[in-house]
């Protein structure tokens, strides 16, 4: 199983509403239970979502899951 952490784009430019991404890769001699136990965990204590899982021939899965990045302004201004 290979995990993949893609960052949200910063700067210029950006899109205000920004994800970050995780692309899990799971390769066909693998069991599913054991793949789908570590994107529960994943969900639950990273607080990931599912947003797309892919099927290819020969068995390989790839699960690609996304969360809010969470942009904290600061409100006072320190001099």
């Given at each position: 199983?290979?995990?993949?952490?893609?960052?949200a784009?910063?700067?210029?430019?950006?899109?205000?509403?920004?994800?970050?991404?995780?692309?899990?890769?799971v390769a066909?001699?693998?069991?599913?239970?054991g793949?789908?136990?570590?994107?529960?965990?994943?969900?639950?204590y990273g607080?990931?979502?599912l947003?797309r899982?892919?099927?290819?021939?020969?068995?390989?899965?790839r699960y690609?899951?996304?969360?809010?990045?969470?942009r904290?302004?600061r409100?006072l201004?320190?001099?």
């Amino acid at each position: 199983m290979r995990e993949t952490l893609k960052p949200a784009k910063t700067g210029q430019g950006a899109p205000t509403r920004q994800f970050e991404y995780l692309v899990i890769s799971v390769a066909a001699n693998e069991s599913v239970p054991g793949a789908y136990q570590r994107l529960r965990e994943h969900a639950e204590y990273g607080k990931w979502e599912l947003e797309r899982s892919t099927l290819f021939m020969g068995g390989e899965r790839r699960y690609l899951m996304r969360r809010k990045v969470f942009r904290v302004e600061r409100t006072l201004d320190v001099f």
